[in-house]
């Protein structure tokens, strides 16, 4: 059985997600379209390879994301986010309105999280079906 600090809804959310790099990776999956190690690895955040490495894995181990074999080359992975990954995407948005709302993003560089904040649970929809399209469907 696994060992959680508290079952509060809260603190089990931040177990799967709440350090410092996993949210990057989702939003690189989800938002920037990156599938492969090396995509990942190239986030402006600099993340070193054996952290994503070790993220990659418990994010897989979750159920966040899951890990195919590439057709095109044996050797590479593709990571896909899976249905539970897919149902981060309102979080993410929320995050991006925080700090749209209370920090100082680049807009020029950013200008597609104000577009899902404006574009409300409509817009997240057919994000929604986007995602489930390029991620669900067998690689």
């Known amino acids: 059985m ?4 508290s079952h509060c809804p809260i ?3 931040l177990e799967v997600f709440g ?7 989702i939003r690189d999956i989800m938002f920037d379209g990156k599938r492969h190690f090396r995509e990942l690895l190239q986030s402006e955040e600099k993340i070193a390879s054996n952290i994503l490495t070790d993220r990659l894995a418990m994010l897989e181990q979750e159920g966040i994301i899951s890990k ?3 057709p095109d080359h044996k050797l590479k992975y593709i990571y896909s986010l899976t ?5 981060l995407l309102p979080i993410m948005v929320e995050i991006g309105a925080w700090s749209l ?3 100082p993003v680049d807009l020029k560089k950013y200008k597609h999280a104000q577009s899902l904040v404006k574009g409300g649970k409509e817009l997240q929809k057919e994000v929604k079906k ?3 399209k390029k991620h669900l469907k067998k690689v």
């Open 11 to 13: 603190n089990l959310a």
């Open 19 to 25: 350090d410092k790099w996993s949210l990057v990776i």
């Open 68 to 70: 195919a074999t590439d």
């Open 2 to 5: 696994e060992s959680h600090r």
């Open 101 to 103: 709302k209370h920090k």
């Open 130 to 132: 986007d995602l489930v």
């Open 83 to 87: 249905s539970k990954g897919i149902d």
